[in-house]
């Protein structure tokens, strides 16, 4: 009787210190679920820590209500990388209210995109005292609509150290609206459609929305941390050559940004069944912390 009532009190102090902490394990990397508040709700995710990470990085998502992007970070994980990643705020258990593309923009509102950046810092800023080496350089991985995020939380945040973007936008919000309605979703756009007409329509056409435009050029301005950016040729739901023009413009100003085009991909180049892409932003983590240090 003794020996379970010890078992009890020892059990019952561990859910004292230790609520949110929920353990597993694989060969390669444990696995720790975690909460962290962000501008007064409370954020779930997950810890997964390789047993000697050269680098960590916190996943932010795109724009849809996703969860924790648990396979992405295990990819991750198993090529020696900490990841923090969790529920996008109103999604899965973290609190808060997801603000989706329901209205055409109100996702993209210049609030939501500064919330969801303090999210990303909140994120960062806890994953620095999960790891055992105070030194593991943190960064920033994201896809999509994360083009305008990771710029707004890395000019607020000395902590993070470098940038991961998978086809992600260095255009305005209004500018990438234009260029998704005039592609409408059509998977043959770039068959029937020059780039000379995509970036007049980008330019010119009419805003079906008004709404004030978050450019993420005044953040990259603002930062000097490396980042790469990975695009597909093909994609319909931005306009890459013109984003690449204004990576090339800050490579110019002597900005550490690169990118590599794929011409056959699209939109999705963080895909599980394509590789490429991934292993070059391995590659490109590996030598930047390696810098770093």
């Known amino acids: 009787m003794k020996i379970n009532r010890i078992q009890y009190l020892f059990h019952w102090l561990i859910l004292i210190y230790f609520p949110v902490a929920v353990f597993s394990q694989s060969p390669e990397f444990t696995i720790q679920d975690v909460k962290f508040e962000s501008q007064g709700i409370t954020l779930a995710g997950s810890i997964l820590k390789p047993k000697n990470p050269f680098a960590a990085v ?40 997801y603000v989706g593309p329901s209205v055409g923009t109100n996702n993209i509102d210049a609030t939501n995109l500064h919330l969801l950046s303090q999210d990303a810092n909140a994120a960062v800023n806890i994953f620095r ?18 083009g305008w995020i990771i710029p707004i939380a890395a000019s607020k945040n000395p902590e993070i150290e470098f940038m991961v973007l998978f ?11 234009r260029f998704q309605f005039y592609t409408n979703g059509n998977i043959n756009f770039w068959k029937n459609h020059t780039e000379s007409e ?3 329509h980008t330019i010119n056409d009419p805003d079906k929305y008004q709404f004030a435009a ?20 093909k994609d319909i739901q931005i306009p890459v050559k013109m984003c690449i023009e204004q990576l090339n413009t800050f490579k110019a100003q002597g900005k550490p940004f690169e ?24 590659q490109w983590i590996r030598q930047r912390t390696k810098k770093s240090k």
């Open 259 to 282: 990118y590599t085009l794929f011409p056959t991909l699209g939109h999705n180049t963080s895909s599980i069944n394509i590789t490429e892409p991934f292993d070059i932003s391995i």
């Open 167 to 177: 086809s992600c936008p260095t255009i305005t919000t209004l500018e990438q609206l």
């Open 58 to 97: 916190v996943i932010v998502h795109g724009s849809d209500p996703v969860k924790r992007e648990m396979e992405f970070a295990k990819r991750l994980a198993k090529k020696g990388i900490a990841v923090l990643t969790y529920d996008k705020r109103g999604v899965g258990e973290s609190g808060g209210v």
């Open 129 to 146: 005292n999960y790891l055992k080496d105070k030194k593991t350089p943190i960064g920033l991985v994201g896809f999509s609509q994360a």
């Open 198 to 200: 995509a970036r007049e």
């Open 214 to 233: 978050t450019d993420p050029k005044t953040s990259l301005n603002a930062i000097s941390i490396p980042g790469i950016w990975l695009f597909g040729e």
